[in-house]
């Protein structure tokens, strides 16, 4: 992405002739990069860091191991589930997840007999849907980045948030479930699989060690964003007008949460990790391609924002029937599952038209905080498309190919997430957010 986004954004220039391609490079493309590191860095490198942090120490293999244990063997799709969607919602990335699960769901799906061609499909589903797009308050980046177009919160449309959430998840439950019953009835066990797993003996916090920083980000996001920023919130707007910038940003509360439940894991953990300083570069580090990629998708949207023929796209969305929901579902869809990355979809899609979608929602009387919540269920639907980075490292770690596994991840996380992002656009026309 970071090569092929500067490339295909200059061929674009040269092409429509608008502007030299060293033009869109320097001036546009780079000033997109640029800008969209300038907010979301924080995020990023903060969620990486708590990420590495957790993983590193166990924690969060004994947040899966609990669910795993009180849950039983019966329900042991339920247990991958519920075990991401915990760790995903508690702000640890998605990739550090999916190492994080696999070798506890592997182990559980060979005990049981469940086909392991559903564990993909079972992490994708935790990771990668409610837990990601429709849960109020998820710390995931991309519940960050409608903030500065919608003027809303990470709270955005709770009731909407909740109900397509439960949708999700009892209709993925519903299938996840069905096709181990139908493959193991067909006499299809686990698989002659070998999997390489590290003994982690019991070198592992214990459970409510390792769920406390996790708590801890709940209680602060919700306490910076509807609290403390509300009531103390001139203080930091007046400052940020002598800057000559906005007022309150939205995303402060996320930063703040997850650097305390760093320093949290700095303090609980240190028993657990056994070079600090090195998990912490390495999470560091980590956080740098993730927002370079991301980063390079916006830097590509902002040069076709500037092309003259981007009016004819801009006028096609626009003139789409229906309301502004409808609107910014299909451009975020549409374009997360161009680029393979709801995140990346989202940055484009509000970047070249987010101002609009907001002029759009207030003439006709559309709540902001659903457009926030509808533009980003969009976009995790078609992102996982099967050229999508995240669905061809889940399949690497698990060892499995597109042929034995897409299927399942396809139905849990495209067409069960637009099933739900359409209730949510009939619930918030009926004006329930």
């Given amino acids: 992405m970071i090569i092929l ?61 609990f669910f795993v244990d009180k849950l039983g063997k019966e329900r042991a799709i339920l247990a991958v589930v519920l075990a991401t969607a915990l760790l995903v919602y508690g702000g640890v990335s998605l990739f550090v997840v999916v190492f994080a699960i696999y070798p506890i769901g592997a182990s559980l799906y060979r ?54 959430s439960l949708v999700m998840g009892v209709l993925g439950m519903m299938w996840l479930n069905r096709r181990a019953k139908k493959l193991m009835a067909a006499g299809e066990g686990y698989g002659d699989h070998v999997e390489n797993f590290v003994n982690d003996g019991d070198n592992l916090p214990g459970f409510g060690l390792s769920i406390t920083p996790i708590f801890a980000i709940f209680i602060l996001n919700y306490y910076f964003t509807n609290t403390y920023f509300k009531s103390y919130g001139d203080r930091y707007t007046g400052a940020m007008e002598k800057l000559g910038t906005s007022g309150i940003n939205g995303i402060w509360p996320v930063i703040i949460s997850l650097s305390a439940a760093i320093i949290l894991c700095m303090i609980l953990f240190r028993s657990y990790i056994k070079d600090m300083k090195k998990e912490m570069a390495e999470g560091a580090v980590g956080s740098l391609l993730p927002i370079m990629n991301t980063g390079s998708e916006v830097g590509y949207g902002a040069v076709i924002k500037s092309l003259a023929a981007f009016l004819i796209i801009k006028d096609g969305i626009l ?41 759009l929602a207030t003439a006709t009387g559309v709540n902001p905080e659903a457009m926030h919540r509808i533009a980003i269920m969009a976009a995790g639907g078609l992102d996982t498309f099967p050229h999508s980075g995240a669905v061809i490292t889940l399949l690497a770690v698990c060892g499995l190919t597109h042929k034995e596994s897409y299927k399942d991840i396809a139905v849990c996380t ?5 099933v739900a992002t359409t209730l949510g656009i009939m619930l918030a026309t009926m004006g329930i957010n």
Avoid: C
């Fill in 319 to 359: 003139s789409i029937p229906g309301t502004p929901l409808i609107k910014v579902a299909v451009s975020t869809t549409t374009l997360a599952g161009m680029v393979g990355s709801s995140s990346g979809g989202t940055a484009i899609a509000l970047g070249a038209l987010g101002d609009t979608f907001m002029k």
């Fill in 5 to 65: 986004a500067p490339l295909l954004a200059g061929l674009a220039a040269v092409i429509s002739g608008d502007f030299p391609a060293i033009v869109a490079y320097t001036e546009i493309f780079m000033k997109g990069v640029g800008g969209f590191v300038i907010k979301y860095f924080p995020v990023f490198l903060t969620g990486a860091i708590f990420g590495k942090l957790m993983g590193a120490s166990g924690a969060s293999k004994t947040i899966s191991h």
């Fill in 111 to 164: 005990e049981v007999g469940i086909p392991k061609r559903l564990l993909p499909a079972s992490i994708a589903f935790g990771a990668f849907t409610f837990a990601m797009t429709s849960l109020p308050g998820t710390p995931q980046y991309i519940n960050t980045m409608p903030i500065q177009y919608f003027n809303t919160n990470i709270y955005a449309a709770p009731v909407l948030g909740l109900t397509s």
């Fill in 414 to 418: 495209m067409a069960i997430p637009l």
